[in-house]
């Protein structure tokens, strides 16, 4: 039954993201295209091959980081750096930003935080608190997301500048199916809170109506030779 939940979740997830990646992947192979008609034409210029270049190499990344999500689930724990996962996040979550205006900001407190964790379940968890910060954004504004390292442990903090929770409902969020979204499937915070405490982790959330949400992601780790 858990598992049927889990399940279910990963293919809204993936469609949702779907939507987000078939745009971003589409608006490249327009312009490719648009470049091919030029250089059929006789219009042939270096700087063309430059930019379809480092267009193909952007979905190139797009779609490995899709491949790495569509692994098999078995839990496989290594020390992992926590900068180079938030970037893979962050390329999966371009395009669905940057469609709501939404700038994110990525800061460390050191170069090379290390967790030991299942690389691609801690992924599924920053995707889901991204993309409820990026939900909440409406009308666009900024994500702040801030790394560092606090005693034997390495925090992560989401803070977006939108709606807020209310108040009465911050003990219903992360419960099975509790959704304000029309399009919610309610259960990303539920499987987050699952996968960071499996990892002997904690999150924890910190809201106000109108002035934006703050969740903390607590996970054990430490520098590279710390570690
Ligand atoms: P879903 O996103 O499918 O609704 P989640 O479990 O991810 O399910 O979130 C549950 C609910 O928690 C959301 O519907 C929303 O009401 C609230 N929520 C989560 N993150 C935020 C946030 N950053 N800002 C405002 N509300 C949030
Ligand atoms: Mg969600």
């Not at 006789?42 to 267009?55: D, L, Q």
């Not at 801030?146 to 992560?156: C, R």
């Not at 499987?191 to 959330?205: A, F, V, Y």
């Amino acid at each position: 039954q858990e598992s049927f939940l889990v399940e279910s979740e990963k293919l809204s997830m993936a469609g949702q993201l779907a939507a987000g990646i078939a745009h971003e992947i589409r608006n490249p192979l327009t312009a490719i295209k648009g470049f091919m008609k030029l250089f059929q034409n006789g219009m042939s210029k270096m700087e063309y091959v430059a930019i379809i270049t480092s267009e193909v190499v952007r979905m190139e990344g797009i779609i490995n980081e899709l491949l790495l999500l569509a692994k098999p689930q078995i839990s496989r724990f290594q020390a992992t750096n926590l900068g180079e996962l938030l970037a893979g996040v962050y390329t999966l979550l371009e395009s669905q930003a940057n469609l709501n205006n939404v700038d994110i900001k990525l800061q460390f407190s050191e170069p090379e935080l290390l967790i030991y964790c299942d690389e691609s379940q801690i992924k599924q968890v920053f995707i889901n608190l991204i993309k409820n910060a990026i939900e909440a954004t409406e009308g666009g504004g900024e994500i702040r997301i801030v790394v560092e390292q606090v005693g034997n442990h390495i925090m992560t903090s989401i803070a977006d500048y939108g709606c807020g929770i209310p108040q009465e409902l911050l003990d219903q969020v992360g419960r099975p199916f509790f959704t304000t979204k029309e399009q919610g499937t309610g259960l990303g915070l539920m499987i987050s809170n699952k996968i960071i405490s499996s990892h002997g982790g904690t999150i924890s959330i910190s809201s106000k109506m109108g002035e934006g949400t703050t969740f903390q992601v607590t996970l054990p780790g430490g520098y590279r030779n710390g570690a």
